[in-house]
């Protein structure tokens, strides 16, 4: 599986190309208001959506299957391209311990888990699916709920605090605290864009 050519399934186009993905796919009015207003936000940039080959992908490499409200919205509007790293301006949701210091953490949006000791714990215990991380090493995640597909909710989550759970015997899935109501939405709070490579650990 290493050798899948991503490129080769991606679809990519300006802000107006984006647009008319969103306004002619079959999302809620809702998402894709949140999907135009991440578009309105960095009209420079070029956008990308997936195909239906991405998504086979990335079940087969994981041992997952991916809700089918993630595969719809993202073969409408994914992200950006180049990829970049992230940061949002505010969860919707504050139970996180996170939300106090949410605008600090920069976010590396890639979909999976690394190594097979993340995926046991992540998917196997937790029943969820890592769609992006923080870039300085501090283990906190974003991810999609694998126990309840139709749940379009996003969350965030320690690797450390579920393990913490797991360890003392505590609900593993206790940790996982929702901040978005959809992936649309997520997107709609994006509030800064950096390149990965312009990108270091310290800051």
């Known amino acids: 599986m290493n050798d899948f050519d991503y490129e080769r399934h991606l679809v990519k186009g300006d802000a107006d190309t984006a647009r008319s993905w969103v306004e002619s796919s079959a999302l809620p009015e809702d998402q894709k208001a949140d ?62 311990p996170r939300s106090d210091d949410v605008e600090d953490i920069w976010y590396d949006l890639r979909f999976g888990y690394h190594g097979e000791e993340q995926r046991a714990l992540f998917s196997d215990d937790a029943r969820i699916y890592r769609i992006g991380g923080s870039w300085d090493g501090e283990g906190c995640y974003l991810g999609v709920d694998l126990l309840n597909p139709e749940d379009q909710r996003i969350f965030d989550f320690s690797g450390a605090d579920l393990r913490d759970n797991k360890l003392a015997g505590r609900p593993v899935r206790g940790s996982l605290y929702p901040v978005f109501g959809s992936y649309a939405e997520f997107l709609a709070h994006i509030a800064e864009l950096r390149p990965l490579d312009d990108a270091t650990e310290d800051e």
């Open 35 to 96: 999907l135009l207003r991440f578009v309105a936000n960095f009209p420079s940039l070029t956008f990308v959506k997936e195909d239906d080959a991405v998504f086979d992908h990335y079940a087969e490499t994981d041992g997952v299957t991916l809700p089918p409200w993630l595969r719809e919205v993202r073969s409408t509007l994914a992200f950006v391209d180049p990829p970049a790293l992230l940061q949002v301006d505010d969860f919707q949701w504050y139970n996180s």
